[in-house]
């Protein structure tokens, strides 16, 4: 694609372009009194110098322009004639291929046809013309990536035989950009550059890579759009693979024996609103002093090979120098240095002032619209699938809010339309371009609404564990009962007895008719029961061998531990950017007071409630507004029962077929409670039969997780 527009302009700025652009003429000896007598080249050291001799002294350096691609340099001459008796004087020496001489009118241009683009710096030497080319070596090529993968040639291969590479460097930028150096070894090794992918990659020619830097280079740490480089021999030429990321754009130049790519990072101003206008143009450089507005235009064209129709109002001149700008950014400098527009249609631009353009599109309107008001209006009926007909009635007449605002009329004054709710069927009146503008605008919106299935699932789990552990500890003396004398002596004849409370001790003493035996007990802290069950007990007794004197002990445990998991599964189906809603549970009913002072029965929802509006985007993804509801019957009160609620409302963005998390509430208490004996319970070993310890430990978790389908087609397969 590069060559097939290289040898399209290197066509079109051969002689006969030139013919077309100044009109390439005989010499006119009667009005000139300047003219062209030689065009000779000749090699100074590192530089080429061309030599114009005229016949008499120029009274300035006259202005010129470069071309990139092909490579040309373009020199102007005002009043000055050819007088060399031909049109073209072939050079062929070092850059320069030859020299064309065009003459049209009062003005002669020289046109330099280079092997590849360089610099050039003009000078006076009395009646001589001197252009000094620089070397060809340290040119510099920006070449445009090829979207075909076509290798673009940065520098002709001028080596007869293979040489190595002697080195690759790469190093940073100061404006983040990655600079591959390439020590070359003489600078006639010729290289190809090409887009390939995301990729860029360079040959040189007719060149060996040593074994030391076939390898690859990891520069990421550089912080450049550079990722890695890879070297390897393909054949007779060594191939450098660049991997660049993100947006990028490159350049290459070579200075004697160092070859240089150059991938910078294309910035863009995030706080811009809208950016500046993109040029996409092939680029030029154009260095005119006081040219006429007509002729640069023309200059423009015959560089584009676009037909471009002048306004005889445009007139003026006009001084610039621009250094390889796209040629629409060119355009467009120009345009807006002279007050001038354009209008484009196919290949033929149209340049005016704005003014004129303004009042010529003003003319048109107006008379289109005096057209609208006598053309005769036609009615077509639009039969609607999806949409109804009233909303899209509506629309058209500027009633609706559909779209972002009411009062917008789509018929034009004239027009009218009604609908039939039975049929769905729209009937319209209007000028035939509003009927197609509105069969056009149907066709957009009477289309199937996307469908997405959304499954919910919504998981309670609960981890519960409690232990228990007390004892019993009582004593009794059934001597005082069987005969005997109760107790032991104290002092002469007093004695002591124990036993659980006043009853068990008056029984010993004779005090009581009977003796209650759970009245013996003086340290009661069994274990508590777990979820209606009685802990397990062991008991011990002591006595002599007369059964008068008893200590009695029990041990009492119990440990329970309980797991549960609730899974609740809601599903539905909706349109896209509708609002579905699914609810299952119970309402619970209670009383409440009225002015009157009479009560009355209202409800409570205890329910599991999913309400959910998805929004599918166009690549593919949902967008789910989602409000969950997990409600419970709790403890009862005396106004009727708690309600237990888990509640989560959130938006997420699921890619389609996939599940999100979109709540969780974990709970966890953890609890132990010790009753005990003062002082009796804090002994050591001892001290656990005067006391009752028991642990509760309690886990709960909520889960819900989403997961949205895209319906396919109508029948809501997936």
Do not use: C
């Not at 992918?197 to 074994?211: A, I, K, M, N």
């Not at 990722?227 to 200075?255: F, K, L």
């Not at 000028?431 to 149907?442: R, W």
């Amino acid at each position: 694609m590069k060559h097939n527009q290289e040898n399209r302009i290197m066509s079109m700025w051969g002689v006969r372009a030139l013919a077309l652009v100044l009109g390439i003429g005989a010499p006119l000896a009667s009005w000139a009194q300047n003219a062209i007598q030689s065009i000779n080249s000749t090699q100074q050291g590192t530089s080429e110098v061309v030599r114009i001799e005229l016949s008499e002294p120029l009274a300035a350096v006259p202005a010129g322009f470069t071309i990139q691609t092909p490579p040309r340099i373009a020199i102007d001459l005002p009043g000055v004639s050819n007088a060399l008796g031909r049109n073209s004087v072939e050079i062929n020496q070092g850059n320069l291929r030859s020299v064309n001489v065009a003459q049209a009118g009062e003005r002669t241009r020289l046109v330099l046809n280079l092997k590849q683009a360089t610099n050039y710096k003009a000078q006076l030497q009395g009646k001589s013309l001197v252009l000094v080319l620089d070397t060809a070596a340290a040119a510099v090529a920006q070449p445009t990536p090829s979207t075909s993968g076509e290798p673009v040639r940065f520098a002709e291969s001028l080596n007869r035989e293979q040489l190595a590479l002697k080195d690759i460097d790469f190093r940073r930028g100061n404006d983040g950009a990655g600079r591959v150096i390439v020590e070359l070894p003489n600078n006639q090794v010729g290289v190809d550059i090409r887009q390939q992918g995301q990729s860029l990659v360079v040959d040189f020619l007719r060149s060996t890579l040593p074994d030391s830097l076939r390898k690859r280079f990891d520069v990421t740490d550089f912080g450049t759009p550079v990722q890695s480089i890879t070297t390897a021999q393909q054949g007779d030429r060594v191939r450098m693979t660049i991997n660049p990321r993100g947006n990028w754009e490159h350049s290459a130049y070579q200075s004697d024996n160092q070859f240089v790519l150059e991938v910078r990072p294309q910035k863009v101003d995030p706080n811009k609103l809208t950016q500046g206008p993109g040029y996409a143009g092939e680029k030029l450089s154009l260095n005119f002093q006081n040219i006429e507005v007509r002729a640069l235009l023309q200059v423009i064209a015959d560089f584009t090979n676009f037909n471009v129709v002048t306004s005889d109002t445009v007139t003026g001149n006009v001084t610039l120098r621009l250094k390889d700008v796209p040629w629409d950014q060119a355009l467009d400098i120009i345009l807006q240095a002279k007050g001038l527009g354009l209008r484009k249609s196919g290949n033929v631009i149209w340049i005016a002032p704005k003014d004129e353009l303004a009042a010529k599109e003003k003319v048109e309107l107006e008379s289109k619209a005096q057209v609208a008001q006598l053309e005769p209006l036609r009615t077509q009926s639009f039969q609607l699938n999806y949409a109804k007909a009233e909303e899209v009635a509506k629309g058209l007449s500027g009633q609706g809010q559909s779209g972002g605002g009411a009062g917008t009329k789509i018929l034009s004054p004239r027009g009218s339309v009604i609908f039939e709710t039975r049929t769905n069927q729209l009937f319209v009146s209007d000028i035939p371009s509003k009927l197609e503008e509105i069969q056009m605008l149907i066709g957009k919106i009477d289309v199937p609404v996307r469908q997405v299935l959304i499954e919910a699932r919504i998981v309670i789990a609960d981890d519960n564990f409690s232990r228990s552990l007390g004892a019993k500890l009582g004593a009794t003396d059934l001597r005082g009962i069987r005969g005997g004398v109760p107790g032991w002596k104290v002092s002469g004849d007093t004695r002591v007895t124990v036993g659980g409370n006043m009853n068990a001790v008056g029984g010993q003493t004779l005090q009581t008719d009977t003796l209650n035996f759970s009245d013996t007990s003086f340290v009661s802290l069994p274990a508590i029961g777990q979820n209606n069950y009685n802990p397990a007990t062991f008991a011990l007794s002591l006595f002599g061998a007369s059964s008068n004197r008893f200590l009695n002990l029990e041990i009492s445990a119990i440990e329970a531990d309980g797991r549960g998991k609730v899974v609740s599964s809601p599903r539905v189906v909706t349109a896209d950017q509708t609002k579905a809603l699914i609810e299952q549970g119970t309402e619970l009913p209670y009383q409440v007071a009225t002015s009157s002072g009479a009560t009355s029965l209202q409800f409570r929802k205890a329910n599991l409630k999913l309400e959910v509006t998805p929004q599918i985007t166009p690549e593919g993804s949902v967008i789910l507004d989602v409000d969950v509801n997990k409600d419970s019957v709790g403890q009862a009160t005396a106004a009727g029962f708690a309600i237990d609620t888990k509640h989560v409302k959130t938006q997420v963005l699921v890619e389609n077929g996939g599940t999100v998390v979109i709540g969780g509430i974990f709970e966890q208490s953890d609890r132990t409670d010790t009753t005990k004996v003062p002082f009796l319970g804090d002994i050591p070993v001892l001290g656990n039969l005067f006391k009752t310890t028991t642990k509760t430990s309690e886990r709960t978790e909520l889960l819900i997780f989403l997961t949205p389908k895209v319906v396919t087609d109508r029948n809501g397969s997936l």
